[in-house]
């Protein structure tokens, strides 16, 4: 089943950063399967260091910024995500952490998300997935079991976002996107045919 809305997340704000060709490979990856793709960049949403996010407002919808009011729409109405995330000092960027870190359990729980970690090296990657992976998880996403991971993006992902001789990244990409869709599709099935409704995310909540 296509979802209505795949929001794809960026995570580098960094000057000439590689970030703009990961999320051209997996756009045009997700609008090749049908996906209705919007980008997140915390490069283009203009909040500050979080000092209030959404649930410290009394009436969110009244008293939030009009640029917090809008990622929230967007957040809560979407039906899957994507995460492109960089890896900085072994973990994710804190530009995405910190436009994360905004938004309510609300917004995310019981929706499935995609991760692919990139790098401008040979050796990283590989921690930043796992934190981004954990964070999703409390906040409620259901994380598609397979994420990917790009080393030397530079050399490996055009400026276009096509690979260099590197197919196996499509069916990496694919896979992952495939496990967000069949996840997508379970939760859909079970609300429309059974009525099923989700529980709280955390019981403190």
Request: neutral net charge.
């Amino acid at each position: 089943m296509v979802p209505e809305r795949t929001l794809l997340f960026a995570s580098s704000v960094r000057p000439g950063r590689m970030n703009d060709r990961v999320l051209k490979l997996a756009k045009g990856r997700l609008e090749l399967k049908g996906h209705s793709v919007i980008i997140v960049d915390p490069l283009h949403v203009d909040l500050p260091l979080i000092t209030n996010p959404w649930h410290f407002y009394a009436n969110p919808k009244e008293e939030a910024p009009k640029e917090l009011k809008k990622l929230y729409e967007l957040v809560n109405s979407a039906d899957r995500f994507i995460f492109t995330t960089a890896e900085y000092n072994r973990s994710i960027p804190p530009a995405l952490s910190n436009l994360i870190d905004y938004l309510p359990h609300s917004a995310f729980a019981y929706k499935p998300a995609g991760i692919i970690a990139y790098s401008g090296g040979s050796a990283g990657g590989q921690s930043s997935p796992a934190q981004l992976r954990l964070m999703l998880s409390d906040l409620g996403c259901l994380v598609a079991p397979h994420h990917v991971v790009i080393n030397n993006v530079s050399q490996t992902i055009s400026a276009e976002g096509e690979p260099h001789n590197h197919l196996t990244i499509i069916d990496e990409v694919d896979l992952m996107i495939e496990q967000v869709e069949y996840l997508g599709s379970a939760i859909m099935y079970g609300r429309s045919s059974f009525g099923i409704v989700p529980p709280k995310v955390h019981s403190y909540l």
